[in-house]
């Protein structure tokens, strides 16, 4: 069993999850499964938690280690200073966030040499404490005393600047202080940003424009808008601030500090130590404190934003038996060109120049060119990259498929990272002969056939699904990221005997050394027959075996289960109910075999002691071998002619493809070189604020034109049809 009080702590950050549910997720984890195989294989343990949920478990485990290791550290940094009291020692063990242990820490932690610390180094502490006593008479008398050319106390005045000094530091980290300051700044607090004298000259685009006088409420900030305001403050560009009135937080001070007490000389000395200590201590700690949490916000939410479109990119529907030739548009260097039959496999690649500043005899050439191509190698879809001279080369394209007798349709891919690709140690040993242009044409054409196997061989961070994701803490990103793509690998499963090394590195419990081996053992054996032929696998052990076997699918092996996600440890049962309903195994793709086990009792697995959700996941996997989930995501959208933005008019209805979701609304392509916003008061007649809801990166959506600004190349759409508005 896990420690109780983790377990607790994970409990208090998470809605919706039982205690039971969470120690048994801990657990699990603890002797080494995996969040697939744990979201997949032990759905009794957990209460069939899903693997986001799972993922959070782990997730809050991990910030409750680092609470608990910093609380340990304090103590025993206080301790080593002989000041930790057992009152103090309390406040740390109860503290439920880093933010409070700091704060209780702060007045212990070791310091630079400061004012205040020179002055109690001069003796002038005892002094101070006289003042928070509010003696009656005059102040110089009683500060005459500490007067001290041996300590550096030359007069007076030294001794009431002195404690002046403690004082402030010691209001500044009052736990108190700081906690009501930083609710106070919180609750009322804005956000205001301006531009800087003379910046605008370095905004040429006006890209922020809109926070040249902006000013919001800390608490309707958006994710967007901070990091927009951070960059432009990064690009010094915008001057950003926290703005509170410290009226009430200096009233709260002297309640707290002076309160009811008769008036003496010893007040304005501690009112001035106090709004000294707000101005210069307090209030830029918890500006400081605030814009760090709205960037900590702004990351987090950013970074769920990317992991949704991501995984929603990778799920997108694969465009199966067809040949297709990967166009990579560009001007000066030519258009690369690449073929690959049904399975990916490259059959040539080319290099035209349909664009300027080619010669016209190699613009005109091009045409032919293409035309030949498409003919001889039966091409039945051309995937045209996105990038510089996409529409140029759809213009181009769409012109040459006009005079072809045959049927040819064309995608515009997004083909975000796959220069990254083409020059990696990846793309160099599966294509060694050719140049790192020409294998950016391949990915292109692969990742219409199959995003998913295509788009783990790429850095995830430069797919360009998200906003602001170069501006994210680079690990945090890269941990949120591979828990998203390990999710859709194995949601999906891989086929065992086509698989590359890098699509089998996130199968669940497979390094990135055992799935080179599995991808040689295949090379040197032929293919697999069984999945129990993994278990010849050089150093894939018996737990990697038992984390990844059931995502791994071998159609038209000896073994019919093993073209489902059914576990093999689970085989035993499965074969037994399909005895007891009379369905051969070998005949699970027949209607009648799936017409039999859809009506069939699931009470012979309950006996054999399969819990209920294995059972009814063993029932649905029988009925479905080889299923693939994505074949029920939205199919790419083929294209035969190109629009251009002057062909745009208010009120045209179009079909489009959702390429980007965030959190003010989605881009989506239409045709055009550039894509069109919906904003989120578009999305729907109703009010939405979540547009997850209703959309999702790959979604093939229709649309109306709202407007189109040809100067600033910024196209406004609506989901909502105009005549069912206008109603």
């Known amino acids: 069993m896990t420690e109780d009080n983790t377990v607790t702590l994970v409990h208090r950050e998470l809605t919706g999850i039982s205690t039971r549910q969470i120690d048994a997720v801990l657990t699990l984890m603890a002797a080494g499964n995996t969040v697939p195989f744990i979201a997949r294989y032990r759905k009794e343990a957990t209460g069939s938690l899903d693997e986001v949920q799972i993922q959070a478990i782990e997730d809050a485990e991990h910030r409750v280690a680092a609470l608990l290791e910093r609380k340990a550290a304090v103590l025993k940094s206080i301790e080593a200073a002989g000041k930790l009291t057992a009152a103090l020692q309390a406040k740390i063990t109860a503290a439920a966030s880093l933010q409070d242990v700091e704060d209780l820490y702060l007045p212990y932690k070791q310091k630079r040499l400061t004012l205040a610390a020179k002055a109690k180094a001069a003796g002038l502490e005892p002094f101070a404490r006289q003042l928070l006593a509010f003696p009656q008479g005059p ?11 041996k300590r550096g106390v030359a007069d007076v005045a030294a001794v009431l600047a002195g404690a002046h000094e403690i004082l402030a530091e010691a209001f500044s980290e009052d736990v108190a202080i700081r906690n009501w300051v930083r609710r106070e700044t919180t ?13 605008q000259a370095l905004d040429e685009r006006g890209v922020y424009q809109q926070y040249y006088e902006f000013k919001a409420p800390l608490s309707q900030v958006t994710a967007t808008q901070t990091l927009a305001m951070n960059r432009g403050e990064k690009e010094k560009i915008l001057t950003v601030k926290v703005v509170v009135d410290p009226a009430g937080i200096l009233n709260f001070c002297r309640f707290r500090l002076i309160g009811k007490r008769p008036q003496t000389p010893a007040t304005a000395a501690v009112t001035a130590a106090y709004t000294d200590a707000y101005k210069r201590f307090i209030a830029p700690a918890i500006e400081r404190e605030v814009r760090a949490s709205l960037t900590e916000a702004a990351d987090a939410k950013s970074i769920q934003v990317f992991g949704q479109n991501l995984y929603n990119l990778l799920m997108q529907a694969p465009l199966r038996g067809r040949v297709v030739l990967g166009f990579d ?5 030519g258009c690369k060109l690449a073929v690959v039959d049904q399975s990916g496999k490259l059959l040539t690649t080319a290099v035209i120049y349909p664009h300027k500043p080619a010669p016209a005899a190699q613009r005109e050439a091009a045409a032919g060119q293409l035309r030949e191509l498409i003919g001889q190698y039966r091409v039945t879809t051309i995937a045209i990259g996105n990038g510089t001279a996409s529409r140029e080369s759809e213009q181009f394209v769409a012109a040459v498929l006009k005079t072809l007798p045959q049927d040819v349709m064309y995608v515009i891919v997004n083909e975000a990272g796959a220069s990254v690709y083409s020059a990696s140690a990846l793309a160099r040993s599966e294509f060694p002969q050719l140049p790192v242009e020409k294998r950016s044409a391949i990915s292109i054409a ?27 803490p680079a690990k945090d990103l890269a941990v949120a990221v591979d828990a998203v793509v390990e999710r859709a690998v194995n949601r999906v499963g891989v086929d065992l005997n086509t698989a590359s090394a890098a699509l089998l590195r996130r199968i669940s419990g497979l390094s990135a050394t055992v ?8 090379e040197a054996n032929g293919r697999y027959a069984s999945r ?5 696998v050089p150093r894939l052990g018996p737990k990697a075996f038992e984390q990844a076997v059931g995502f791994l699918r071998i159609p038209g092996g000896r073994e019919p289960l093993d073209n489902t996600d059914i576990h093999p440890e689970s085989y035993p049962a499965a074969k037994a109910w399909l005895k007891a309903t009379g369905v051969n195994a070998a005949d699970l793709q027949s209607p009648a075999a799936k017409a039999a086990l859809a009506t069939a009792d699931l009470s012979p697995l ?10 009814q996941d063993i029932a649905t996997s029988l009925q479905n071998p080889g299923r693939d989930l994505r074949d029920g995501m939205p199919a790419p959208l083929l294209r035969h002619d190109v629009l251009t933005m002057a062909d745009l008019l208010p009120g045209m209805k179009l079909e489009g493809t959702v390429r980007n979701v965030v959190d003010f609304g989605a881009f989506v392509d239409i045709g055009v070189k550039h894509d069109g916003l919906v904003h989120l008061s578009h999305m729907a007649q109703r009010r939405v604020s979540d547009p997850y809801r209703v959309v999702a990166v790959g979604d093939v959506v229709t649309v109306w034109v709202l407007s ?3 100067k600033r190349e910024r196209i406004q759409l609506t989901l909502v049809d105009p005549a069912a508005a206008a109603n």
């Open 329 to 333: 548009p560009a001007y000066r260097t």
């Open 187 to 199: 609750r009322n607090g804005v956000l205001q940003a301006t531009v800087r004298p003379k910046a």
């Open 139 to 149: 102040l110089a008398p009683a500060a005459a005393k500490f007067v001290s050319a």
């Open 708 to 710: 189109v600004d040809q």
């Open 532 to 536: 129990a032929a993994l278990k010849k």
């Open 446 to 472: 692969r990742r219409l056939q199959d995003p998913l196997a295509e788009l783990v061989k790429i850095d995830p961070a430069a797919v360009g699904v998200g906003q602001y994701q170069h501006d994210l």
């Open 606 to 615: 309950l006996a054999a002691g399969v819990g209920a959700a294995t059972a």
């Open 515 to 522: 799935a080179d081996n599995i991808v040689a053992y295949r």
